[in-house]
Each structure stands twice: as structure tokens, then as C-alpha cells.
């Protein structure tokens, strides 16, 4: 990454994990705030939440940053870096789209193998929020330097 895009790069960044951790700890009270015992598997578990969370976070994480590049191109803020983009990736909703799937496969499925190999029961609902936190400032740190890059070179 070129140093005139780092701080670019690592503020964004940082402000869409802090968000996105907002957003997964309103939603994980509004889905297991009332839950006496979260179980990891069945329909109301902690395995099928990974598939919209992830999903949701890598294409706002995609989404967001992406349009507030472009905004700030057009306005001469930020200038468009010399790389070449992704030409499957240059229709933004096919972007979004096809990042939050590829995440959502390749995060959900690693997040929910790490929670199977160490889930010994039942968590209270204090012991999976920290989980769901840090899971999402994990998407959101991988998506959004995706989305930037792209967005750059656009």
C-alpha cells in the first residue's frame, strides 16, 4: 500500500470496526438478549447468527466506504491510486455482493469451526457477547481495506 493511502487506509478502517461492533452488540441483544442458554447449533444458535452477521458487516464494510471514497475523489480530497480494478468487481453492487459471500463463507465457516472445536456447553448470553463483538470488528477489518482498495482504483 502506498504511504499517502496508509492513514487513509487505517482511519476508515478503524471507524468501520468501531461501528460494526456497534451494530453486532445492538443486534446481538436484540437476538439473544432474552436467551437463558445460547447453544452453537439450531435455528436460533450461535452458528446460524455468523451467516447474516458476517454477510451484513462485509457489505456495509464494502458499501459505505467505497461511496464515501468516491465522494471524496470527486471532490479532490483523495486522489485515484494508479492500479487497475478487479473488472469482475466494477459494478459496486456485484462487489458487494460477491465479497460478502466469499466472507461470509471463508469467516463464517472458520469463525463457526474455532467455536465447534472449543464449545464444551450452553453460553450465557455475558460469555458470547464478547464473541460476537470481536467477530465482528474481525469482518469489518478485513472487508473494509477490500472495499477501499477497489474504491481507489475505481
Do not use: C
Amino acid at each position: 500500500m502506498a504511504s499517502p493511502y496508509r492513514r487513509y487506509f487505517v482511519t476508515e478502517t478503524g471507524v468501520s470496526i468501531v461501528i460494526n461492533v456497534l451494530i453486532s452488540a445492538l443486534f446481538m441483544v436484540m437476538v439473544f438478549g432474552r436467551s437463558a442458554g445460547i447453544e452453537l447449533w439450531g435455528g436460533h444458535g450461535l452458528a446460524v447468527d455468523f451467516i447474516p452477521q458476517t454477510f451484513m458487516i462485509a457489505a456495509m464494510s464494502v458499501l459505505v466506504p467505497t461511496l464515501l471514497t468516491r465522494q471524496r475523489i470527486k471532490r479532490g480530497v483523495l486522489v485515484r491510486s494508479a492500479g487497475e480494478p478487479p473488472r469482475l468487481l466494477g459494478n459496486l453492487a456485484l462487489r458487494v455482493v460477491v465479497v460478502a459471500i466469499v466472507l461470509t463463507i471463508t469467516l463464517g465457516a472458520a469463525g463457526v469451526l474455532i467455536l465447534d472445536a472449543l464449545w464444551t456447553r450452553p453460553l450465557q448470553f455475558w460469555e458470547a457477547f464478547p464473541l460476537k463483538l470481536l467477530y465482528g470488528g474481525i469482518v469489518a477489518l478485513i472487508a473494509t481495506p477490500i472495499g477501499l482498495y477497489i474504491a481507489l482504483s475505481e
